[in-house]
């Protein structure tokens, strides 16, 4: 079943423009038919009607008093605007046809008001209307002005519908780029505060709606930078609370005899601090850091440099973006971090696209099945399957990969590889 919306436009852009612009369409198209098959139409057949009907009532009196054909002929030129003469023989006619299609209604009305044959041809620059009566041993030639049996200024009127419908769908085209322009406005601000930017010039305008709307958004992302501001405090003072007695329990285990225990108590310290700094980086999204042209393809390179492990590189475009870099260079190094931990056998891949550039990250360990991959994702989550039994960690890697991701307008998503492990696609708009 074909639904209108299947047909119709999708854009708001062109919606409105089709509803604004067809009507005015329509209008022109129904003034013209109607002027053209309506009146103009009728206005021909009377113009006809009375060349036809002077033409035979002068034709009719010739052949009752022929003597007095002069002076009626003066009469008939001086009151009537036409040229009326008397010749012997009348010009080649035009073909019926051609006659047919150009003068449809003068052919009509001489049908109907003659009883006598009649010839007619087209004279002059102006396709003036000679007409031919045969009469008695003479024949009549009416020359007849052809805007007095047909109207010829037709055009005017199409040329006035065109100038009118155009100032109207300009009108019409103006008024609507300012409407649809407030709502693109709206729209790249949002898109900019989605990724974490500023629109510091954007100032709610247009319809009253679109201002309620925009006055909304603004308001919206004020309470969450307060929000934010509030956890990343909040979180900060718990991290700083929490390594004074890590750093004094770390200076008490340095002096202390070497011996296993006291080993692992250092590592267990050296881990709790680690896992202090994902919660604050968690926590504070490397919001105060500035956006700025990142050369992807480098960056990429440059994390995977800081691994022991050799990874294999695959083709590598050549991608620049606008983001903040410390963010990136946190969210790479988890995704990279965690194929490198999971998988032997580690590639890494950048693939660019037409709106947006996609690393992908391949191993060839246990994988994830397909329905806790979200699961993946929830800070603090560790799955309970081989990929993550025994390995450190706070769970918090893909969760901050994913949150730098969306700040940046892009996703992570997790897939199947064809290595037969785990797929990380991380994807970041131009």
Request: glycine residues 8%.
């Amino acid at each position: 079943m074909i639904r209108l919306r299947d047909i119709t436009p999708k854009g708001y852009w062109p919606r409105i423009a089709l509803i604004a612009f067809l009507p005015i369409v329509a209008m022109m198209v129904g003034m013209t038919w109607y002027f053209f098959d309506g009146h103009m139409r009728s206005v021909n057949e009377r113009l006809a009607d009375a060349v036809a009907r002077d033409t035979a009532l002068f034709a009719m009196a010739h052949d009752r008093d022929p003597s007095s054909t002069r002076l009626t002929l003066d009469l008939f030129n001086d009151t009537q605007g036409e040229h009326l003469d008397i010749a012997e023989a009348c010009p080649q006619p035009d073909d019926r046809a051609t006659l047919q299609r150009r003068l449809p209604s003068v052919l009509a009305a001489l049908d109907t008001q003659l009883d006598r044959p009649f010839e007619i041809s087209l004279q002059g620059p102006r396709d003036d209307i000679l007409l031919c009566l045969p009469s008695n041993d003479d024949t009549l030639v009416f020359t007849i002005p052809r805007k007095r049996a047909v109207i010829i200024n037709g055009h005017i009127y199409i040329v006035w519908v065109l100038g009118f419908g155009i100032l109207m769908l300009a009108t019409a085209f103006g008024f609507l780029r300012n409407q649809v322009r407030s709502i693109l406005q709206l729209t790249e601000a949002a898109k900019a505060f989605g990724r974490g930017q500023d629109a510091p010039d954007y100032r709610p305008s247009g319809a009253t709606e679109v201002r309620d709307a925009a006055r909304a958004v603004i308001e919206m992302r004020r309470k969450l930078t307060a929000f934010a501001d509030q956890r990343t405090a909040m979180l900060a003072g718990v991290s700083h609370d929490l390594r004074t007695p890590l750093t004094r329990l770390k200076l008490q285990l340095a002096m202390m005899e070497d011996d296993p225990d006291i080993r692992a108590a250092r590592q267990d310290i050296s881990h709790m601090a680690a896992m202090l700094d994902e919660y604050l980086a968690f926590a504070r999204g490397e919001e105060t850091e500035q956006a700025g042209e990142v050369c992807l393809d480098e960056l990429v390179r440059e994390v995977v440099g800081r691994f022991d492990q050799e990874v294999e590189f695959g083709p590598m475009a050549e991608v620049i973006i606008t983001g903040r870099r410390m963010a990136l260079t946190r969210a790479i190094s988890n995704i990279v971090s965690n194929a490198v931990h999971y998988g032997g056998r580690v590639r890494v891949e950048l693939v660019d696209g037409p709106r947006a550039a996609d690393l992908l990250v391949d191993d060839d360990g246990p994988g994830i099945p397909a329905d806790e991959r979200e699961m993946a994702f929830k800070p603090f989550q560790r799955l309970e399957d081989g990929r993550t039994q025994n390995l450190p960690g706070s769970g918090l890697g893909l969760a901050l990969a994913r949150d730098t991701a969306r700040a940046h307008g892009g996703d992570v998503r997790l897939e199947t590889s064809p290595s037969g492990g785990l797929r990380a696609r991380f994807r970041l708009p131009h």
